[in-house]
T-cell receptor, first 116, second 113 residues
Framework: DAGITQSPRHKVTETGTPVTLRCHQT?????MYWYRQDPGHGLRLIHY???????DKGEVSDGYSVSRSKTEDFLLTLESATSSQTSVYFC???????????????FGPGTRLTVL | DAKTTQPTSMDCAEGRAANLPCNHS???????VYWYRQIHSQGPQYIIH???NNETNEMASLIITEDRKSSTLILPHATLRDTAVYYC??????????????FGKGTRLHILP
């Protein structure tokens, strides 16, 4: 299995509080992604990174920000959590970007976030 | 919206071949078909992908119709550990950076003992 860890694995928080999720990889892959998974929607891309300090928005980026100060870490921040952000969050990595290569992504174990 | 259509759920007896269909009638000539699966509470796992030729690896086989409008993932000898949601995904245009992978709802496969 690809070396991807996510922390925390579970978190319960209250509306309006900031939350940061961490994705850590040991594969030295350039590209990293954050997805959320909700019933009836499959996986949806939130943000992605194509290098240190290089990030871009995905299809559901509102209410989220990301940072990548090191190759191995990709942080997802909810500045002020809302109940609609209750979801399972997955981090993924790839050696080359998914939009120009047939290479595959590898996914982390996921973080279950509940916003009360 | 996902560009693929899959049955919501399927059952398969343990030890038998599981055949999971996927329709992708609007697939473009430069788009690949990918299959992932997700076991409960785990991240998605890559299974196999193909363009137009049939493909086989240690996990599964992928059969793509000649017109490329549909495909079938075959798990040759299903085990209880193959119970998962299986996603058929059409990889977006290779040269368009703004396109993103879109996961649909997938097929929930139940392997019956």
């Amino acid at each position: 299995d690809a070396g991807i860890t996510q922390s925390p694995r579970h978190k319960v928080t209250e509306t309006g509080t900031p939350v940061t999720l961490r994705c850590h990889q040991t594969e030295n892959h350039r590209y990293m992604y954050w997805y959320r998974q909700d019933p009836g929607h499959g996986l949806r891309l939130i943000h992605y990174s194509y290098g240190v300090k290089d990030t871009d928005k995905g299809e559901v980026s509102d209410g989220y920000s990301v940072s990548r100060s090191k190759t191995e870490d990709f942080l997802l921040t909810l500045e002020s959590a809302t109940s609609s952000q209750t979801s399972v969050y997955f981090c993924a990595i790839s050696e080359v970007p998914t939009w120009i290569s047939t290479d595959t992504q590898y996914f982390g174990p996921g973080t279950r976030l509940t916003v009360l | 919206d996902a560009k693929t259509t899959q049955p919501t759920s399927m059952d398969c007896a343990e030890g038998r071949a599981a055949n999971l269909p996927c329709n992708h009638s609007t697939i473009s000539g430069n788009e690949y078909v990918y299959w992932y699966r997700q076991i409960h509470s785990q991240g998605p796992q890559y299974i196999i992908h193909g363009l137009k030729n049939n493909e086989t690896n240690e996990m599964a086989s992928l059969i793509i119709t000649e017109d490329r409008k549909s495909s079938t993932l075959i798990l040759p000898h299903a085990t209880l550990r193959d119970t998962a949601v299986y996603y058929c995904i059409v990889r977006v245009s290779l040269m368009n950076r703004d396109d993103k992978i879109i996961f649909g709802k997938g097929t929930r496969l139940h392997i019956l003992p």
